[in-house]
């Protein structure tokens, strides 16, 4: 014979509450850090670049205020004596190449010897020669390069050529990475702490609760608001204050009191009830009132008034309450059955 499991078994309990949390926060933090590397990274890679193009350009004018370099383009290419100094200067330095031409875009100097007296190769070399400083990506003879350009004057500041330096593209691509490295590190950083963080948060969640999860706090709030709505006994809670902060069905019924949307009500019902009933000493001491007799609405009630405690503190009261006279009806009820 086949046994069927409970419906309790048979239903999928909802998703504990660290995980729920680590879950939701780990979702946030990979995003915050995703948006944060790409925006860094960008920055990086353009910081990167300049940084790069800016020292080219420091040894391009440097370059094109060097005495040797105005004097050499006064000559042939092949009598300059320009490539000797672009040639130790370029590997000092680790560029791709550096490359002086006069005013026609003849070279005075390359890598490759034999390209010397040739014309520049590329169309960003154009507003150099209009004595303006340039910056652009393109490709040579060499490799694809980041190339920059700045125009070289005599002495009577009358353009006489330009001097252009290629750092190979591959080159500035491995320094963006380098840097990238460390953002990367931090991030992974970053995302532990979080992490962590959030354990520690979950840990403090769960003793505020108790150690129960929501789901079971749901339950139990649910099973709670069945009892209290069910027993006979009229029920009050109070807060440390003394206002009513519950009320089941039994005591609006004995009090003749009618739940409404206007807390108004609650609040008179609150001084009332802490009129009747002595709440006060039950919150400043903690002495429980047992028993005790009062008329409400010309009903004579039996009441115990207890406090509540939490971690030591007094943090409110509940008061139970039964119409005395059922309670003699009952007692009469017994006498009889024994009798």
């Keep these: 014979m086949k046994h069927s499991l409970p419906c309790r078994a048979l239903r999928k309990r909802p998703m504990k509450l660290g995980t729920t949390v680590i879950l939701m926060v780990s979702a946030v933090l990979f995003s915050v850090l995703v948006v944060v590397h790409l925006i860094y990274f960008s920055q990086i890679s353009s910081m990167t670049r300049d940084a790069l193009a800016d020292k080219a350009l420091a040894v391009a004018r440097s370059l094109a205020d060097s005495p040797a370099i105005r004097e050499g383009l006064k000559k042939p290419p092949a009598e300059s004596g320009i490539q000797p100094l672009a040639e130790a200067v370029s590997q000092h330095n680790g560029f791709l190449f550096i490359v002086v031409t006069n005013m026609q875009g003849i070279r005075y100097s390359h890598p490759e010897t034999q390209r010397i007296g040739q014309p520049f190769k590329g169309d960003d070399i154009l507003l150099a020669l209009q004595g303006k400083e340039n910056v652009a990506i393109n490709r040579g003879f ?99 204050s003394g206002e009513v902060t519950l009320i089941n069905h039994a005591a609006q019924a004995l009090l003749d009191y009618r739940k409404t949307q206007d807390d108004a009500r609650l609040s008179t019902l609150s001084h009332a009830w802490s009129q009747v009933v002595d709440i006060s000493e039950v919150l400043r001491d903690g002495t429980p009132r047992r028993d005790e007799e009062i008329i409400v609405k010309g009903r004579l009630l039996l009441v115990n008034t207890v406090p509540v405690r939490s971690n030591g503190e007094i943090i409110g009261a509940i008061s139970t309450f039964r119409d005395k006279t059922e309670v003699r009806q009952l007692m009469q009820r017994l006498d009889g059955m024994v009798n």
């Design 142 to 240: 060499l490799a694809k390069a980041l190339r920059v350009f700045t125009p070289v004057y005599d002495e009577r500041h009358r353009q006489i050529g330009v001097v252009a330096i290629g750092l190979e593209l591959s080159h500035v691509t491995q320094q963006i990475n380098n840097s990238r490295g460390s953002i990367i590190w931090s991030i992974l950083f970053g995302a532990l702490v979080g992490l962590l963080g959030t354990y520690a948060l979950v840990k403090v969640l769960k003793r505020i609760l108790f150690g129960l999860e929501p789901y079971e706090i749901s339950t139990l709030f649910e099973q709670r608001q069945a009892m209290l709505q069910s027993i006979k006994e009229g029920v009050i809670a109070v807060d440390d």
